[in-house]
Structure formats: structure tokens, C-alpha cells
């Protein structure tokens, strides 16, 4: 039988990712927070539709503009003095330092969000920052070969996964479940299920203000359950998103 893992990963270091990992703590999981160091402590509001968080607006212009039709939420990224203690113990990802579309830019531009990256998160918590998510889930040939030569092991998109294999590239690893969508309980039901020889891996993505919107879908109660899912399972493994990479390729070890 293949190994079964189940993956966390929330985005862009907020504020709810507090809360996020009193209760991953609490149950004993891991998890990945893909995080962007240029914007460790800024403060936004997103606008949103439903479930999605659909644009970033400066907190000044949200209060000018009160013809708006859309909700908004509270927006604020965890600051730098405080990311140590806060993602200590977790794995902690790349995002870019700006979040920033990396096919955008200039080669040297593109190497320097991340590196930058590694650099100073390697720097706070001491160790390799070996993966990646891409902002706005934007990627290229060029950009998957940039993160291969500057040591990232695997990249996170935004694709939706058709099932529970690992992916043949791993700069191309797509989301099983996105909290925000209607699915995500049924998907995961038929992963707790699945039997199969190959390993398999369910990687559940979130924005922290996602939780905080308290629709049907997204709010802590459908978190803490989706936790209580899995957590307790001997035959479901819950950490990290480079953990299960790890285990799945070389039996754990960094390579
Ligand atoms: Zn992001």
C-alpha cells in the first residue's frame, strides 16, 4: 500500500494564520504558510464575492469609495518582529518577497523575489526554504527552471487536481481542496477512502481571511472539521507540504 498524506497550505501570512495554528497544535498537524517577506505587516482590505477574495484595495480608498457592492474583509499580514514566533516549528514556503507575477518580470528580477525570500527566512528560522507557491498561481518554463537551480524542491499552483497522485513535476503541484469551494468535504471524504499502491497526497489550500468570512463553506468551524477528518487517523499522514515530498521521494531526509 502507498503512503497517504494530507497537506495544509495557507497563504500570504495573516493575521488568522494565529488562530489557524492554535487549533493545527491542537491537533497534532502540520502544515506549509507560503509567506512574502517584503510585506511582512501591511495592512489591506479585500473586497469579496461569496467565497473568493477578489482584490486587494488600499484601506484609504475603501473608505472614499462608498458606492462599493462589495464585502470586505480585514487584510492584514503578521509583522516581521513577530513571524519567528508565530511560524516556529512549521514549514515556511516562498511566496515571493513582493508577491509578485514571476513571468512579468526580468530574469534577474524573478531570481532576486526569491532568493530574497530564502534569504531572509532562511535567516529567521534556520533552515533551507526549499518550497514554493506562485502568486496568482502565474508560471512558465522559465520560471520552473529559476526555482530548480536556486534549490526549490517543489512549487504549489493554483490548478484544481484531477486526483490524489503525486504530480510528475513537482513545479507543478496543483491544490486537491480549496476551502472556499462547495466540493471540498465530498473530495475529501473520497481521499479518506482511497486505497491505492502509489503514495497519495491531498493538499488543502486557504487564505487566513477565508475562515474569517463565516459563510457556509468558510469559517473555523468547517476548519476545525476538516482537521478532525484526518488528524486522528494512523493511516493519513498530516504535515507539511515538504515533508510529504520528502518522504514520498527519499524516506524524509533533505537532499
Ligand atoms: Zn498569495
Known sequence: MGKKFFTWNFDDGLEEDKEIIRILKSCNMGATFNLNSGLFGKRQMIGRIGNLGVKEIPQSKYNADKKTILKYSIHYRIPEDEIEQVYGGFEVASHTADHVDLTKLAPMESRWQVE?????MGEIFQQPVVGFAYPFGRRNERTKKLLREIGIQYART???AKDFRFPEDSME???TGWIAKKNTLAVMQKFVE????EDQIFLMFAHGYELDFNTKECNFDMFQRIC???ASREDI???STGDAFRYHTNGGAYV
Open 116 to 120: 530574497e525570500d530564502q534569504r531572509v
Open 158 to 160: 493554483m490548478q484544481m
Open 228 to 230: 478532525d477528518m484526518v
Open 237 to 239: 499522514l498530516c504535515c
Open 194 to 197: 482511497s486505497e491505492s499502491e
Open 173 to 175: 503541484l496543483p491544490v
